[in-house]
């Protein structure tokens, strides 16, 4: 088993198959490594859940003038065996000199198959690659190359100190990797809103009680221009809650207009979710309601987004398999977030936010 990876700045171009991803803060906290690889020349394979949405967040991410080394292929999920034949072809038009599996996931939620799956297609395609990922990871005794990890490091973070620890070379993390300029142009602008309610998340765990929105909008003082934005679902579950004596914007549309909507807010409210991770790269403050994880393997200390966790219950932090199921019989460590705490939090970002984004 090797100890480093033969990679530097100075060799010829290598070709990298990078995966897998299924969430799209995952991926943004990936992008710096991602960046960093594609200015040295070398070419990405990205591998991603089906999806249209993580495809579309791939288009949104500014990874500089070699952009155009970096492809995006659908892992093959659906079992369907003409999906899965399609996937071979794909991965044998072309050699790979590393297969880097991402540590996003924690140990409890990381999956077995995606190790089994690059081993066999690496040993039937790309039998000179290196297999990488964390010593820890499941399976990790099919690796090539096993790097030591922490993950209590937050996402971004554990992501650049464990694939730095495949070479020599050790470099301090450069922040996150930009998005496109039709979304970073808003923050030049005045914002168009005070406060920003991102109420989605992907698993019912990670979900604030509606009610308690009714609660947290009727403390927000009356000045405060106040907009929701999510998938159309969550915008219908809001507009049957919410109070209909305030002026409150209810949004929903593209991935691209969703985003662009945090950049254009003074401050933000959202769940455990990928639009914690948009905020901090995009430095807009505001408030990030964590219950089944702890914030301080998530997110930055130093990012703009200020995480609400308190540890009340014994299952906490979630350790699950199935980390999107609750195992007890209500979500506790959610629902006992109290609005009027949520609510004092914003109040003092939207007192000290300036009225002047950019």
């Keep these: 088993m090797a100890d480093k990876f033969p990679c530097s700045p100075k060799e010829a171009r290598k070709t990298i198959v990078y995966g897998a991803f299924k969430g799209m803060g995952d991926l943004l906290c990936a992008a710096p490594v991602i960046a960093s690889e594609l200015a040295k020349g070398h070419v990405i394979k990205l591998l991603l859940f089906p999806g249209s949405a993580l495809c579309e967040f791939v288009e949104?991410?500014?990874?500089?003038?070699?952009?155009?080394?970096?492809?995006?292929?659908?892992?093959?999920?659906?079992?369907?065996?003409?999906?899965?034949?399609?996937?071979?072809?794909?991965?044998?038009?072309?050699?790979?000199?590393?297969?880097?599996?991402?540590?996003?996931?924690?140990?409890?939620?990381?999956?077995?198959?995606?190790?089994?799956?690059?081993?066999?297609?690496?040993?039937?395609?790309?039998?000179?690659?290196?297999l990488?990922?964390?010593?820890?990871?499941?399976?990790?005794?099919?690796?090539?190359?096993?790097?030591?990890?922490?993950?209590?490091?937050?996402?971004?973070?554990?992501?650049?100190?464990?694939?730095?620890?495949?070479?020599?070379?050790?470099?301090?993390?450069?922040?996150?990797?930009?998005?496109?300029?039709?979304?970073?142009?808003?923050?030049?602008?005045?914002?168009?809103?005070?406060?920003?309610?991102?109420?989605?998340?992907?698993a019912i765990n990670r979900l604030w009680p509606l009610p308690h929105y009714v609660s947290l909008v009727q403390m927000i003082p009356s000045e405060y221009r106040i907009a929701v934005v999510g998938l159309p679902s969550d915008i219908e579950r809001m507009r049957q809650v919410l109070p209909k004596n305030r002026q409150i914007d209810l949004l929903t549309g593209t991935?691209?207009?969703?985003?662009?909507?945090?950049?254009?807010?003074?401050?933000?409210?959202?769940?455990?979710?990928?639009?914690?991770?948009?905020?901090n790269a995009l430095n807009v403050p505001?408030?990030?309601?964590?219950?089944?994880?702890?914030?301080?393997?998530?997110?930055?200390?130093?990012?703009?987004?200020?995480?609400?966790?308190?540890?009340?219950f014994p299952c906490q932090p979630c350790n699950s398999a199935h980390c999107s199921h609750c195992s007890q019989p209500q979500v506790y460590c959610m629902d006992s977030i109290p609005p009027e705490t949520v609510a004092k939090a914003l109040i003092r970002l939207l007192q000290n936010a300036s009225s002047v984004i950019g």
């Design 60 to 130: 949104l991410l500014d990874f500089g003038a070699n952009r155009h080394n970096l492809s995006s292929f659908q892992l093959p999920v659906s079992g369907a065996l003409t999906t899965r034949l399609s996937f071979l072809r794909q991965m044998a038009s072309f050699r790979a000199d590393l297969v880097w599996i991402s540590p996003h996931a924690s140990r409890e939620a990381s999956s077995w198959k995606i190790p089994l799956m690059l081993w066999f297609v690496k040993t039937l395609y790309w039998p000179r690659a290196v």
């Design 132 to 202: 990488a990922g964390a010593r820890d990871e499941r399976l990790s005794t099919l690796f090539d190359l096993r790097v030591p990890l922490d993950r209590s490091l937050p996402l971004a973070l554990r992501e650049w100190v464990a694939y730095s620890r495949l070479g020599d070379e050790f470099k301090q993390f450069p922040g996150f990797a930009p998005f496109i300029d039709s979304i970073t142009v808003h923050k030049k602008h005045p914002p168009a809103y005070d406060l920003l309610i991102a109420p989605g998340a992907n």
């Design 255 to 279: 991935l691209e207009k969703a985003i662009s909507l945090i950049a254009q807010s003074r401050v933000v409210l959202t769940m455990d979710s990928g639009n914690v991770h948009f905020a």
């Design 286 to 312: 505001g408030i990030a309601l964590f219950g089944k994880a702890d914030p301080a393997s998530i997110i930055p200390q130093s990012g703009t987004m200020r995480p609400f966790y308190e540890k009340k």
